[in-house]
């Protein structure tokens, strides 16, 4: 692959510590159908999702993160996606309540471990699912709805952590969770001028209206990119993880001074996840 060089009018980028909580696919599987990349009749290989997990894990061990691990428990398939778990600021786990009956022993598993982990855990009165629709860029909670997290959890997180959330409403099935749809490129809350990537057909009129008025230097990705889940990646500033097909994507990255980094989670993929999917962070 060609790699293409930062544009000399690109911003320094700085990469900022993170810290996030993982869990291994040990008990990956796809039985059941509750997204579009599901298909219980195509065969799913665990190793094989196990060995791309702990390429994305080293991944971030190399990037200096801090990564904390939850115990995968066996009849929770979905439950490497840790990014669904919560959503945690200033020391607060908000807990997840999940919309289908398969996930739903999650939330509890994910907030007994911010419990025993020093959070202050408020657990849920409304469905959501944690930083699946819930997308913190600078000050603001970027919060997603349309097939998952009901709109009245987001009047809920505003109450919680005391900051501005966006409403933006999800119209593709395809990407039936914000950080499918959306990237957070400058994660760092007080940063001056965070920026994001997105798809703009896995909104609605409204919410495009809202991103491109926002975010009007917000990297626009292609329908390509973005089937390969590409905008669920995970940035610390200057390093971006993404999907290792997401291509054109990776061009864009390169040219708005980031340094993007491809990672393999086909596998995972078949159950509608990919990196930022497998990456819940911890913000103290």
């Known amino acids: ?8 009018s690109a911003p320094v980028r700085v990469a900022s510590k993170r810290t996030v909580l993982m869990c291994r ?6 039985v059941y159908r509750i997204n579009p990349w599901m298909d219980p009749a195509l ?5 094989l999702a196990v060995r791309q997990w702990e390429t994305l894990y080293n991944t971030y061990l190399d990037l200096g993160f801090d990564v904390k691990l939850v115990d995968p428990i066996d009849g ?8 669904n778990g919560g ?7 908000y807990g997840a309540s999940f919309t289908y009956p398969q996930r739903q022993p999650e939330g509890p598993a994910y907030m007994d471990w911010f419990g025993a982990n020093g959070f202050d855990v408020r657990v849920p009165a409304n469905i ?3 930083e699946g629709d819930f997308l913190l860029v600078g000050d603001v909670i970027l919060a997603g709805t349309g097939f ?11 109450e919680i952590f005391g900051r501005e959330v966006v409403t933006l409403t999800l119209v593709n099935p395809s990407f039936y969770h914000l950080d499918t749809a959306i990237a957070v490129l400058d ?4 940063f001056d001028a965070p920026n994001i990537a997105y798809l703009p057909s896995a909104f609605d009129g409204a919410s495009l209206e809202i991103l491109r008025e926002r975010y009007p230097d917000a990297i626009i990705v292609n329908e390509d990119d973005a089937a390969v889940l590409g905008l669920n990646s995970f940035s610390d500033g200057l390093n971006v993880v993404i999907a290792s097909r997401a291509t054109d994507f990776e061009r864009q990255l390169r040219e708005r001074g980031y340094n993007p980094i491809g990672v393999d989670l086909s596998e995972l993929l078949l159950g509608g996840g990919g990196v930022k999917c497998c990456t819940l962070e911890l913000r103290s």
Do not use: K, W
């Open 187 to 190: 994660p760092q809350p007080g």
């Open 25 to 30: 696919p040990d008990f990956f599987t796809v």
């Open 1 to 8: 692959m060609t790699l293409t060089e930062p544009s000399l």
């Open 87 to 93: 959503f945690v600021l200033d020391g607060i786990a």
């Open 43 to 47: 065969p799913t290989d665990t190793s």
């Open 148 to 158: 998952r997290s009901a709109s009245n959890s987001h009047e809920e997180i505003g």
């Open 128 to 130: 959501n699912e944690g």
């Open 76 to 83: 929770l398939p979905d439950m490497v996606y840790a990014a």
